[in-house]
């Protein structure tokens, strides 16, 4: 899934909690966080989605815009409003979008040792 590096930031603290999106995604689904500038930068972080809504956006509030990664609402409209051409939709408060909550997975890397007795 495509973020742009401050949000990519922002969800490996903790900030970020939530993303509106044009396509709906499934509950229980696993995504690799992917750099919007870069396409094939990867990472090495995902995300797993917890929760799935439609909402307007006319109907975030604060709340929202901070579990989005945002300070307050002015500040989630403004992002939305430059970066429209990248989301698939620019601020229409008519808009409906599907929030999707999600948290960082965890994934333990396993691997093997061979060894070579003589």
Known sequence: ???DNYLIDQILVGRKTQTSRTKRYEVGR?????SNYNYSKLTGNFIKITKVYQKRL???TNQDAKKEGFSDLQEFIDYV???GKKLGFSWNPNQVVC???FRLALF???????LRLP
């Open 30 to 34: 696993i995504e690799n966080l992917m």
């Open 108 to 114: 333990a890397r396993s691997f093997s040792i061979q």
């Open 99 to 101: 929030s999707l909550s």
């Open 58 to 60: 006319g109907a975030f």
């Open 81 to 83: 409003n430059k970066q």
């Open 1 to 3: 899934m495509m973020f």
